[in-house]
């Protein structure tokens, strides 16, 4: 198979230059490898500068290189705020052999996995396929070509004791510590180099295979005048995605599976939403069911915000526990795991409020609503210019001035430091809170969780006993409980904040988790306001911050094109199919809570260049041939990357939702909303093309396209889109949408504000909706007004 590197889009003169001299010079010529780190606009790479490896960046230059000495490329993949990467720089990166070795062996190249998404995604499908699991850092062996000849996550330093599963060490001949991978690997490709090559390419073929099973065939065609084709995919899907569900619930713990355990905030949607889907879906999927899938959302958030996975005292989510009990959290906060978590405990709470009284702080789940907006709209979330970082890092000095960092030692308490910081106080304070947090006088670290004695005597805080267990075991009110707990809660809060070193932060700005972050403080911001309208509009300032940053930083108006990342400057790699998804999605959001028209207008701008960059279209056109090819299937659906994505040796389809949601799954209801809201045929036809694209794999495993179902309750059942004119006052349109986010999303809602002389009036239907009187409209996907509610 012929190599797929292109030179990236924009590049400098530079690349042309050394592609020249590479061709031109012996190996002897080539100047001696040089750290190039710093050249990086990725903190997480930059970072490495110092360390002795001359740490290429994935370009032309290193690729060119490898190619010329005819040396494997070792590729790490990995991000700032992740614990074992930071491990693996300090044990193995900074190690003098290592370091030799790589730099006279190998090309080594370090990437931001949060900078190259479609990079990181490839490899990890090889990780997985190749050794059933994944997870970072990545560490994977390449071929001059880009292909994969032998990878893994985290290997331990050189030199480091390894216990086999008999309990004894294992010899010398069977470790396999970080150097002596790199020795089996040096070894390898010079004796073995054919058959490497030809495994590799076996492997990428396969790895291409497996990514186009789930769109195999046209969903639509010319011949059919664009018409997309009757699909299997129907509300039984549902049915059977929630079963496979159900059966992995742990009932105790909430959650599904066992350790380590993520909170899948995609998941936990679906089950949500199955209550507030029509009534058909109930029909099909059962009441019973419907009601034990709200259950089962509703125990996994209790146990969540229970557990040691939230952060009691500075608020936030860490990203995942390695108990199946959420005790013991694995500590860095992912910025994008919040934002998602947010958007969930607001349909948690606006499902479980009171529908005949007004929304409360007293309404369970609230106030883990406020705690992660806070969490996320202030320093060092937020950074001073509008943009949200990507997250904190799991280690840091417990002092200033220690010498080593430690996991979570932000946020550990031993017993005698817990009673410190609430010194000054009533002691009942900090007896209630140790009781309410399960501060133990040896810690409450399991033995088996802490293998090499780096937690003794600490405490993670989670809630074992709540106000009402308080009250009784300490003879007052639960109200009473409640307040030391506070107390005890703000006053940890000031002693960390002021003795101990905050983690460090990744503090890039990445379009897709900006645009998460936004759309949650969106649609948080009028759901509040009537109870907290100073939050309410600290949270809708923040999130049109971001956005207005996104359109000054990673916005090119003249070409109509967005970028990735900013850090310090704007990186040079063009944004992906994600993060126009969800920006297009956080702007939808942000639109319908302000009205702004022009939000909507660079949704549009945004929609059609993402599907000018990375539709698969089924109808060919002048430019784009519906034609199968290694690049383009012509089935539908969004590829990850575009066409000319430099350092890319295959295209993959986003359809399965992950950590975060499918890309696919975004796009399908952005279609939608901006059809709806356009009256726009064509959008709604491709994001009905774009659901089916995944039709043969979404019939098999429903369950692992559960974002892509609720598309398809969509493409069965219609939406709605309400239509506001321009005569309604300012306490009209508060009170719709009020109405109109008091009920957690599901189907699909999408809301217009007609302006007199306004953008969407001289838009697709604008013509037809101007004619409209003063009042509020409903209108079917078709717009057709099926009913009219006047006075809301």
Request: glycine share 6%; proline share 4%; hydrophobic share 40%.
């Amino acid at each position: 198979m012929r190599s797929q590197l292109k030179k990236p889009t924009g590049s400098s003169s530079r690349d042309a230059e050394l592609s020249a001299q590479f061709s031109k010079a012996s190996i002897s010529d080539l100047p001696p490898l040089q750290n190039r780190a710093a050249q990086s606009s990725s903190p997480y790479v930059r970072a490495h500068a110092k360390t002795p490896i001359a740490w290429q960046l994935l370009d032309n230059e290193a690729a060119q290189r490898a190619k010329k000495e005819n040396k494997l490329i070792f590729i790490n993949i990995g991000f700032k705020s992740c614990h074992y990467c930071r491990v693996t720089t300090a044990e193995s990166f900074t190690h003098p052999e290592v370091a030799s070795l790589l730099n006279k062996s190998f090309i080594p190249v370090i990437v931001d996995r949060d900078e190259r998404p479609d990079i990181d995604s490839i490899y990890m499908n090889y990780i997985q396929a190749s050794n059933g699991s994944g997870g970072w850092p990545l560490n994977v062996f390449l071929t001059p070509d880009l292909e994969p000849v032998f990878g893994g996550t985290y290997w331990p330093s050189p030199g480091t004791e390894l216990i086999g599963a008999d309990g004894e060490e294992v010899s010398e001949d069977e470790r396999l510590d970080f150097l002596v991978i790199l020795q089996k690997m040096r070894d390898v490709w010079p004796e073995h180099e054919a058959r490497c090559r030809q495994e590799a390419k076996e492997i990428v073929s396969k790895l291409r295979e497996f990514a186009a099973e789930g769109t195999v065939g046209g969903t639509g065609d010319a011949a059919a005048g664009g018409q997309v084709t009757e699909s299997d995919l129907d509300l039984d899907q549902l049915e059977e995605a929630y079963t496979h569900i159900a059966g992995t619930f742990d009932p105790v713990n909430g959650g599904f599976g066992v350790a380590p355990k993520f909170p899948t905030p995609a998941k936990l949607s679906f089950l949500l939403k199955l209550a507030s889907f029509p009534s058909s879906v109930a029909d099909v999927v059962g009441e019973k069911e419907v009601a034990q899938a709200t259950h089962m959302a509703l125990h996994t958030l209790r146990r969540l915000r229970d557990g040691g996975l939230r952060d009691h005292v500075g608020g936030g989510f860490h990203r995942y526990a390695v108990t199946a009990d959420w005790t013991m959290p694995h500590f860095e906060k992912m910025v994008l795991d919040n934002a998602l978590l947010l958007g969930l405990y607001l349909d948690a709470w606006l499902s479980t409020a009171s529908k005949d009284k007004p929304l409360s702080k007293e309404d369970e789940f609230a106030n883990v609503v406020f705690e992660v907006a806070e969490y996320l709209t202030e320093a060092p979330i937020r950074r001073p210019d509008g943009g949200f970082v990507c997250g904190e890092a799991a280690d840091s000095f417990y002092r200033k001035g220690d010498p080593q960092m430690r996991e979570g030692a932000y946020y550990l308490w031993t017993r005698r430091e817990f009673e410190q910081a609430l010194s000054g106080l009533d002691s009942q304070v900090s007896a209630v809170a140790a009781a309410h947090w399960n501060v133990l006088e040896h810690g409450n670290v399991a033995r088996e969780q802490d293998p090499i004695d780096e937690f003794i005597n600490q405490n993670v805080l989670y809630t074992v006993k709540d106000t009402n267990e308080l009250g009784k075991q300490f003879g007052m009110l639960p109200e009473e409980a409640q307040k030391l707990v506070e107390t005890a809660r703000e006053k940890l809060k000031a002693h960390r904040a002021k003795d101990r070193v905050r983690p460090e932060t990744d503090d890039k700005t990445v379009t897709s988790v900006n645009a998460l972050v936004i759309s949650a403080l969106a649609r948080t911001s009028p759901a509040i306001s009537s109870i907290d309208a100073e939050r309410a509009a600290k949270y809708l300032q923040a999130a049109t911050g971001a956005a207005r940053f996104i359109k000054d930083k990673l916005w090119d108006e003249s070409t109509k094109t967005l970028y990735r990342a900013y850090s310090t400057e704007r990186s040079t790699t063009q944004a992906f199919a994600e993060d126009y998804a969800f920006l297009i999605e956080a702007l939808l959001d942000l639109y319908e809570t302000t009205g702004d028209e022009d939000w909507l207008q660079w949704t549009d701008d945004l929609q059609r260049k993402q599907l000018d960059l990375f539709y698969d279209s089924t109808i060919s056109s002048t430019s784009r041939p519906a034609t199968p090819m290694a690049h383009h299937s012509a089935c539908g659906g969004f590829y990850s990357t575009s066409e000319d994505a430099p350092h890319v040796i295959l295209r993959l389809k986003d359809g399965m939702d992950t950590a975060q949601p499918s890309t696919n799954a975004v796009s399908a209801s952005n279609l939608f909303r901006l059809g709806f809201i356009f009256g726009d045929t064509e959008y709604t036809r491709l994001a009905r093309e774009t659901i089916n694209a995944f039709e043969v794999e979404a019939l098999q495993y429903p369950w692992l396209f559960i974002g892509l179902l609720s598309g398809v309750v969509t493409a069965r059942l219609g939406g709605i889109v309400w239509v506001v004119t321009q005569a309604k006052t300012d306490k009209d349109r508060e009170e719709l949408r009020k109405k109109f986010y008091e009920l957690p999303r599901a189907g699909l809602r999408s809301l217009a504000f007609l302006k007199e002389g306004g953008w969407l009036g001289s838009q697709r239907n604008g013509a037809k909706m101007a004619q409209l009187e003063a009042g509020t409209y409903v209108f079917d996907g078709e717009y057709r007004p099926f009913r009219e509610e006047e006075g809301q």
